[in-house]
């Protein structure tokens, strides 16, 4: 099945910091690409999605760009605040319907 | 409210007794899955539905069956819970495979004794 490969965590940092989160995906076709977020006792949500080859997702000031030449859709935010705290993970949805999520990245922001 | 809806939210059960999670969902769609989530090893797949009585493996199938006779509801069964199958379990569902994002429930944390 389709695959990533994602930025190990944890990753810490202080409020206002640049946040950068590496995912290079393996996938049959040309899947759509997807961000989730969870929250601390939360199940996943949808963060933001870009469809087709150089289409930007963005959403809460996170934004991913998707780049076909090099599999890759890296998560980005400028100034993380403390409420960004959660587990970020990449996802392709591609031709295949099987879709494991990785051990995900987690993110601890510091007042 | 579009939502996917499982229950329980905990369950702590014994070693050999059966039992069923369910897991509903209000948005018509046609693809719905199970995972489950384990310190380190992430969310895993343990079986996925594209429609109703379509049901294929995941990554980690052993151990659990699934049916999917209406297009709402995709109960996880344990026939047999052992302790390795103590862990939390998240259900999801999604309308058209590949643009749409998964929609995921809150949660059933399992503990098998």
């Known amino acids: 099945g389709d695959s990533v490969t994602q930025m190990e965590g944890p990753v810490t940092l202080s409020e206002e910091a640049f946040l950068t989160i590496n995912c290079t995906y393996t996938?049959?076709?040309?899947?759509?690409l997807f961000w989730y977020v969870q929250y601390p006792g939360e199940g996943l949500q949808l963060l933001l999605k870009?469809?087709?080859?150089?289409d930007k997702g963005s959403n809460k000031g996170f934004e991913a760009t998707y780049r076909k030449e090099t599999t890759s859709f890296h998560l980005e935010k400028g100034s993380v605040q403390v409420s960004d705290s959660a587990v970020y993970f990449c996802?392709?949805?591609?031709?295949?319907?099987?879709?494991?999520f990785g051990a995900g990245t987690t993110v601890t922001v510091r007042a | 409210e579009a939502q996917v809806t499982q229950n329980p939210r905990y369950l702590i059960t014994v070693t050999g007794k059966k039992l069923t999670v369910t897991c509903s969902q209000n948005?018509?769609?046609?693809?719905m899955s199970w995972y489950r989530q384990d310190p380190g090893l992430g969310l895993r797949q343990i079986y996925y539905?594209?429609?109703?009585?379509?049901?294929d493996k995941g990554d980690v199938p052993e151990g659990y069956k699934v049916s999917r006779k209406e297009k709402r509801n995709f109960p996880l069964i344990l026939e047999s819970p052992s302790p390795n199958q103590t862990s939390l379990y998240f259900c999801?569902?999604?309308?058209?495979?590949?643009?749409?994002?998964?929609?995921f429930g809150n949660g059933t944390r399992l503990t098998v004794t």
């Open positions: 999801a569902s999604s309308g058209r495979w590949g643009n749409s994002p998964l929609h």
């Open positions: 870009a469809t087709k080859a150089d």
């Open positions: 996802a392709p949805h591609g031709n295949d319907y099987k879709l494991s």
């Open positions: 996938a049959t076709g040309y899947p759509s």
């Open positions: 539905s594209m429609n109703v009585e379509v049901t």
């Open positions: 948005m018509n769609h046609e693809y």
